[in-house]
């Protein structure tokens, strides 16, 4: 792969698709790089699904172009453009067997001598051993990588993958995200995945697309979308943010000044993406891991320079690396802590009267005019 080979990039300009009155996917531009691994995220009917189809040509979109590389295949039928889709059911041919699964594509275009490169494909999958048993006889993790091997021995320039992990249970998932990973850095092909998943997003992913309601709402990379959430539906929906509303009081050289329950707060102007006058209406946000928790007995002990909340712990749940509290604040009625088991402080109990401190560094600012709670998972949502 050379640097200047753009034959792999995925563009699309201005694309869109409308049922009848309904917008699944508002008009939108992207530009996924040779090479990257891209994923779309984004919750259940935001149009992750649409948006791919778009890309293989299994949906006319209603506006705008798909280019790859340089070509316009807008109006090519899906087995014209060289792009291979691996769907959340595998789709494997039960009554062959996982060497012919895989040989599928090459017999199919009439190619007589398949074994060295199913051979291949199927050492890059890590199922040499498997090549002659049925579909059946594998778990279901190691038929997901038979479809992307069936997928790669095509070549295509992109592979899309649907919710391609749906169906694993969470620790196989986790597993074939660093395999597909691996196999996306070995192949170095172009990959554009679609999850509901943040966390799968963010451990796979160079650069996610948040979607939200048929629009890109935040692009970058995870690390990017996580420190810098552009808004309120990004913070809450990639991990968890604590947003408190606040308002400008003043402003002091490169840092906002915020007025929050009677305490202040500052925060980097550089960070706020919020138009910020003094007497404007900000949210704040700070994610649980940057707070420290200290009693308030030794609230003198605290750094100057550091933001401040005072509150009392709500709960306190164990989990081993840490330990996640939720505390009662004044400015907001449950902030998360995550707080790393090293030294555990045995006053930090339920009860416990508590001062939250951070860095000014890890604060951010987002428009007050957004729904604060926008992308919060809800119970209901977490069970389906
Ligand atoms: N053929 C269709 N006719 C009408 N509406 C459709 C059609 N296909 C999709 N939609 C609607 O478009 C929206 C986006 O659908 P899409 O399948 O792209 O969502 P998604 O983000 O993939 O969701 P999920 O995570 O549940 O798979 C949904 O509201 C869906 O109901
Ligand atoms: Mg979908």
Redesign the pocket.
Known sequence: MTTTDNSGDVRLSGIGKT??S?T??HPLDLTVPQGSFFALL??????????L?MIAGLEEPTQGTVHLGDQDVTHLPPYKRPVNTVFQSYALFPHLDIFENVAFGLRRRGIKSVKKQVEEMLELVQLGEQARKKPHQLSGGQQQRVAVARALINHPKVLLL??PLGALDLKLRRQMQLELKRIQTEVGITFVH?T?DQEEAMTMADTVAV?NA?RVEQLGSPADLYENPGTTFVANFLGTSNLIEAEVDSTSGDDLVLKAGGGKLVLPRARCSAPATAGGKVLVGVRPEKISLTHADDAGEIPEGRNRLTGKIADASFIGVSTQYVVESPVCDELAVYVQNVERDGRLVPGADVVLHWSPAHTFGLDAAQDIDAGVETLEEEAA
Request: aromatic letters at 10%.
């Open positions: 049922y009848g309904f699944a996917v984004g919750a259940s009917g935001c149009g992750k699904t649409t948006t189809r649907d919710e679609v509901h979607m048929g």
